[in-house]
T-cell receptor, first 115, second 113 residues
Framework: DADVTQTPRNRITKTGKRIMLECSQT?????MYWYRQDPGLGLQLIYY???????NKGEISDGYSVSRQAQAKFSLSLESAIPNQTALYFC??????????????FGPGTRLTVL | AQSVTQLGSHVSVSEGALVLLRCNYS??????LFWYVQYPNQGLQLLLK??????LVKGINGFEAEFKKSETSFHLTKPSAHMSDAAEYFC???????????FGSGTRLSIRP
């Protein structure tokens, strides 16, 4: 079973629609992250959360919002989708301690297309 | 500010040849360094990481990387490429004091038969 799961894996929507992408993890990690990937740009951080009560903006948070419903769940919302939000979205987790400092573990990604 | 530069957005090598993917970073504090690999239609998977200690780091699938502080580099190598190595590779830096990772723009590795 995958440690970090994302739903849906693929989504096509229309401009102006509200979209929610969900991420769940069974790794017991306290930290969770949302990234978007565009060709040639690598991964850009949208939002991150170090625990349920801690939410922080990343480099490109405009047009997005997040909710940390539980330690294991972190969802990303596009309140009113626009075509330039078409991208591959990744959720990642990390642990604040232990033997793997700052390492992140990634989900399989959600491919979002906004028409 | 931290940044990562990967030289070459696309590298093509013959099967059996040396793989060398270049990565330079800038960081105002000592960093953790990572290489991740992304196979088609999959998420990112950790190849190897440098935290402290030995500067030559061995990872999965025969890859290794050497941390050179004086050159601010963390180049990824594999002595003999295999067709299954075709993927996109990301170098990343994370300062000790932070909990975020800064990714490079990626290098797509192609393997010629």
């Amino acid at each position: 079973d995958a440690d970090v799961t994302q739903t849906p894996r693929n989504r096509i929507t229309k401009t102006g629609k509200r979209i929610m992408l969900e991420c769940s993890q069974t790794k017991g990690h306290d930290r969770m992250y949302w990234y978007r990937q565009d060709p040639g740009l690598g991964l850009q951080l949208i939002y991150y959360s170090f625990d349920v009560k801690d939410i922080n903006k990343g480099e490109i948070s405009d047009g997005y919002s997040v909710s940390r419903q539980a330690q294991a769940k972190f969802s990303l919302s596009l309140e009113s989708a626009i075509p330039n939000q078409t991208a591959l979205y990744f959720c990642a987790t990390g642990a604040s301690g232990g033997s793997t400092p700052n390492e992140q573990f990634f989900g399989p990604g959600t491919r979002l297309t906004v028409l | 500010a931290q940044s990562v530069t990967q030289l070459g957005s696309h590298v093509s090598v013959s099967e059996g040849a040396l793989v060398l993917l270049r990565c330079n970073y800038s960081s105002s504090v000592p960093p953790y360094l990572f290489w991740y690999v992304q196979y088609p239609n999959q998420g990112l998977q950790l190849l190897l990481k440098y935290t402290t200690g030995a500067t030559l780091v061995k990872g999965i699938n025969g890859f290794e990387a050497e941390f050179k502080k004086s050159e601010t580099s963390f180049h990824l190598t594999k002595p003999s490429a295999h067709m299954s190595d075709a993927a996109e590779y990301f170098c990343a830096v994370s300062p000790y004091s932070a909990s975020k990772i800064i990714f490079g723009s990626g290098t797509r590795l192609s393997i010629r038969p």
